[in-house]
């Protein structure tokens, strides 16, 4: 059987290589901050094409795409106790206000929050039986922080947590998270709305806030929360920020489902999502 390329398929195949030369190209040179027309010279395009071009393949700017490497690479040399000036300068910001931006933009915290994350943050944390199974709780004095299902053992799940809040003080003190759990997962109408005390990206936020707008009983679809949130072409970026929610079944990760209709996966395996969304539409024909 024969193979051929139509022009279409070259066309394609010709842009992704120029792609492809563009993110080394950043990479190579992010410590410098290149220009856009510095990197549109270099893979040997105009501006415009470019920035075209990247921004349909990538499906953010070049801008953004350099600003995502400078994120990571500064988390990296915060991890690795640098300070904020010192950081600031090997990412080639030119100064430390330039780093604070660049991180409430991007992280929805300041730089010196990421490097103390959970420093003078008590945590109380147990476990406890729900109807679907075994949940950790944790619960920070702003409000809840965390709530997992355990898939594996519970040493994992804590795991988890501590990564999550790697300098925070835990305690386990069921007693303190005992009385949420009937609030959650048995009283149909809480007398008063959760706390919570998220942390995670702009983007990872205002995708949870949109998880929380969908009624009990109902379902969307990734598309839908994309185009919710005005990131009409961001789906799969939807998809990662639903799969990294931290307090499950109170931000309703379950009900997002493939626009084909199909439940999808469910960090907490297929079973417990179908479940929960069971569960809400008996309660919806049930109510009075």
């Not at 944790?138 to 594996?152: D, H, K, M, V, Y």
């Not at 109902?218 to 789906?235: H, S």
């Not at 199909?262 to 417990?272: I, T």
Request: net charge positive; with cysteine.
């Amino acid at each position: 059987m024969e193979f051929s390329l139509t022009t279409h398929d070259s066309n394609l195949t010709q842009n992704y290589r120029l792609v492809e030369q563009a993110i080394q190209y950043i990479e190579i040179n992010a410590h410098k901050q290149p220009e856009l027309a510095e990197i549109a010279s270099a893979v040997g395009l105009s501006e415009y094409h470019f920035q075209r071009i990247f921004t349909r393949w990538a499906g953010i700017s070049p801008k953004r795409f350099l600003q995502f490497l400078t994120k990571e690479h500064a988390k990296q040399l915060l991890d690795q106790s640098k300070n904020l000036l010192e950081t600031a300068h090997q990412t080639g910001l030119s100064s430390v206000g330039r780093l604070h931006d660049l991180f409430i933009n991007a992280e929805a915290i300041s730089p010196g929050e990421y490097k103390t994350r959970g420093t003078g943050v008590e945590i109380r944390y147990g476990v406890h039986a729900t109807p679907f199974g075994k949940c950790l709780l944790a619960i920070t004095g702003r409000g809840i922080c965390n709530l997992s299902f355990i898939n594996q053992s519970e040493g994992a799940a804590i795991d988890r947590l501590i990564a999550q809040w790697e300098h925070a003080d835990l305690i386990e003190d069921y007693k303190s998270t005992a009385p949420l759990i009937k609030r959650i997962f048995l009283d149909r109408q809480p007398a008063s709305p959760f706390k919570l005390h998220l942390q995670g990206t702009n983007f990872q936020i205002k995708v949870w806030e949109a998880l929380l707008h969908i009624p009990s009983g109902a379902a969307t679809t990734y598309e839908q929360i994309a185009a919710q949130i005005g990131k009409p072409r961001a789906v799969r970026a939807v998809g990662t920020a639903v799969g990294h929610n931290p307090i499950a079944y109170l931000i309703p990760c379950h009900r997002v489902i493939r626009k084909t209709g199909e439940f999808g996966n469910y960090l907490y395996g297929s079973a417990r999502k179908k479940a929960m969304l069971a569960k809400e539409s008996m309660e919806i024909i049930s109510a009075p």
